[in-house]
């Protein structure tokens, strides 16, 4: 048999580019985020804003300051001026959306990010998680979580949720397996911060894998499901219950 020319060759490649390029284009893009606002009935997030920075600041900045910043890229902060211009560096950051976490209790207590979104490929990360201690373990901040995964999957059509955080962050580790993540493996080396090379734990969800870690937060979150303030079951009980 002979072989084809060396025009026939590369009319083949290209045409086989080609069909790569429908078959993508036809799975279809995720949609590029944006700030919104979601409503819960214990939280709510909106676009952040440089009136949001005094608060989030004085609540992070108090007795577990230390705590809550270790495992950040950056701070804590010296001052309030320093956090401001901090704040206006996420704000003109157009690669991350930023959305400012309100209670009716305590008020502005934190942010959560989209950020690394690959839209033609649907996958997107969420990350930079800041909770001052009034948010810390309460339902809201579960509720956050949910609203912000749901409008993820539901809304912008991402099919892979990717959450990361080095190897010695226990909290966000524990965090990533109640939620419902799956630990896909370690990155040597793979982030730099504050000045020192460390591992970083990759987790990730799936679209198919939200129908039903989203029905096990809707379970959760149920009035029926707590007494005095209380949960009856665990998010990871319910959700376990449910696959089986």
Same mark, same amino acid.
């Given at each position: 048999?002979? %072989?084809?020319?060396?025009?026939?060759? /590369?009319?083949?490649?290209? #045409? !086989?580019?080609?069909? =790569?390029?429908? &078959?993508?284009?036809?799975?279809?893009?995720?949609?590029?985020?944006?700030?919104?606002?979601?409503?819960?009935?214990?939280?709510?997030?909106?676009?952040?804003?440089?009136?949001?920075?005094?608060?989030?600041?004085?609540?992070?900045?108090?007795?577990?300051?230390?705590?809550?910043?270790?495992?950040?890229?950056?701070?804590?902060?010296?001052?309030?001026?320093?956090?401001?211009?901090?704040?206006?560096?996420?704000?003109?950051? %157009?690669?991350?959306?930023?959305?400012? /976490?309100?209670?009716?209790? #305590? !008020?502005?207590?934190? =942010?959560?990010? &989209?950020?690394?979104?690959?839209?033609?490929?649907?996958?997107?990360?969420?990350?930079?998680?800041?909770?001052?201690?009034?948010?810390?373990?309460?339902?809201?901040?579960?509720?956050?979580?949910?609203?912000?995964?749901?409008?993820?999957?539901?809304?912008?059509?991402?099919?892979?949720?990717?959450?990361?955080?080095?190897?010695?962050?226990?909290?966000?580790?524990?965090?990533?397996?109640?939620?419902?993540?799956?630990?896909?493996?370690?990155?040597?080396?793979?982030?730099?911060?504050?000045?020192? #090379?460390?591992?970083?734990?990759?987790?990730?969800?799936?679209?198919?894998?939200?129908?039903?870690?989203?029905?096990?937060?809707?379970?959760?979150?149920?009035?029926?499901?707590?007494?005095?303030?209380?949960?009856?079951?665990?998010?990871?009980?319910?959700?376990?219950?449910?696959?089986?």
């Amino acid at each position: 048999m002979s %072989r084809p020319a060396a025009g026939e060759s /590369l009319g083949a490649e290209m #045409a !086989g580019q080609e069909t =790569w390029k429908r &078959l993508s284009k036809e799975a279809g893009s995720a949609i590029v985020p944006s700030a919104v606002t979601l409503l819960g009935n214990h939280v709510s997030l909106a676009p952040l804003g440089p009136e949001d920075a005094d608060d989030i600041f004085r609540l992070t900045h108090a007795g577990e300051r230390d705590a809550i910043w270790a495992e950040m890229k950056v701070g804590p902060f010296d001052s309030v001026e320093s956090f401001w211009a901090h704040v206006g560096e996420l704000l003109n950051d %157009r690669s991350r959306t930023f959305l400012t /976490l309100r209670t009716s209790a #305590a !008020g502005r207590v934190g =942010w959560l990010c &989209l950020m690394e979104a690959r839209p033609a490929h649907r996958v997107i990360e969420l990350g930079y998680v800041l909770f001052a201690p009034a948010l810390q373990q309460t339902i809201a901040a579960s509720e956050s979580f949910f609203l912000i995964m749901r409008h993820i999957f539901d809304d912008l059509g991402y099919r892979r949720l990717e959450w990361t955080c080095t190897t010695g962050n226990a909290k966000s580790r524990r965090a990533a397996d109640r939620l419902g993540f799956v630990f896909e493996g370690i990155l040597r080396d793979g982030l730099i911060l504050k000045g020192r #090379a460390v591992d970083i734990c990759m987790y990730s969800m799936l679209a198919r894998e939200w129908a039903l870690a989203g029905a096990a937060f809707e379970a959760w979150l149920s009035h029926d499901n707590f007494v005095d303030g209380r949960q009856i079951r665990s998010l990871k009980e319910i959700r376990t219950a449910n696959a089986e």
